[in-house]
């Protein structure tokens, strides 16, 4: 029972031990690291990542996966800046309809069709680029936000909104039906149709509130750099999937949480400041860094699975 235990609390809290022991060891190293000034930079860069990875721990929870918030959120960004010309309202209602729009018809397809989410999600990912370069004429303009409140929103705002929004998450997660629902589908969708879980309306859900977040992160992003970047998000999406699973939810569906999600995203944004740290390595090896180390959690997670099933 004791290795049970064990198992299941490394699983839910590895990133929060990996996390404090590399702000331990890059405090030691460093003298710049643990500064005011290089905490704020990491939680302001990575606070864009957490919103969407609060987003994708959700449908991943569910049993699903969300290839298109990558798009979703240069979209967001690029429609943020279009409508700030019109005010704070419009810079902030524009993205999250569109986006929004975009994860509801995923859900629906998802839900209603029985087709596969990476298929779904894949052809939005595509859909939604080629839309952002159609309004942006190709990426060749760059829409500038004109309305200075909705600017103000890009320079300590993003980091108390997405803690606000963990917060949410962490009670709409734990504490609600439509919580457990999500659980429930994750973990075996035939027993929770059997059940009464409104399954199809769950998966709606979880991509709609995907699509928004995605959204509201775009149009954050784009008043902190006070314009509609057009080549920002690639690879984003897979970078929200590897905090997540680096946090401790199962790529199989019906296990993780808010919390190592959080410490999945500072655990990446960590990583990337130590590299700078060093000096001397590019930011590609952030990736390769990232990439070893998601590899070892998937491989961590079989195992403390396999251990749970034996006990």
Not at 156 to 168: C, D
Not at 261 to 279: D, E, H, K, P
Request: hydrophobic share 55%; with cysteine; net charge neutral.
């Amino acid at each position: 029972m004791n290795s049970e235990k064990l198992s299941r609390t490394l699983q839910q809290h590895g990133a929060v031990m990996v996390l404090a022991v590399l702000v331990i060891v890059g405090s030691l190293a460093f003298d710049t690291f643990a500064t005011a000034g290089n905490a704020a930079s990491v939680l302001v860069s990575s606070s864009f990542l957490a919103i969407i990875a609060i987003g994708m721990t959700f449908v991943i929870i569910s049993g699903g996966i969300d290839l298109s918030v990558g798009s979703l959120f240069v979209l967001g960004g690029v429609l943020a800046a279009y409508g700030s010309q019109y005010g704070l309202l419009v810079a902030l209602v524009l993205p999250l309809a569109a986006c929004g729009l975009v994860g509801l018809a995923q859900g629906l397809i998802i839900a209603r069709t029985g087709m596969a989410p990476f298929i779904v999600t894949l052809a939005g990912l595509l859909g939604v680029r080629g839309l952002m370069l159609a309004i942006s004429d190709e990426g060749a303009t760059t829409y500038l936000v004109k309305d200075a409140a909705f600017a103000s929103l890009g320079l300590t705002y993003p980091v108390f909104i997405t803690i606000g929004l963990a917060l949410a998450a962490m009670v709409l997660l734990q504490r609600t039906g439509f919580g457990q629902n999500v659980y429930a589908v994750g973990g075996n969708e035939q027993a929770a149709a059997l059940m009464g879980v409104p399954v199809a309306r769950t998966k709606v859900q979880v991509y709609l509130m995907s699509g928004l977040l995605a959204g509201l992160a775009g149009a954050l992003n784009a008043a902190r750099l006070s314009s509609g970047v057009t080549i920002l998000g690639i690879g984003l999406e897979l970078d929200a999937i590897a905090a997540v699973v680096i946090g401790g939810t199962l790529l199989t569906g019906g296990a993780g949480g808010i919390t190592g999600t959080v410490a999945g995203v500072l655990l990446l944004g960590v990583i990337q400041s130590l590299i700078n740290q060093v000096g001397n390595l590019t930011s590609s090896f952030q990736q390769v860094v990232s990439g070893a180390f998601l590899a070892l959690v998937v491989v961590a997670q079989r195992l403390l699975s396999k251990a749970q099933r034996l006990n």
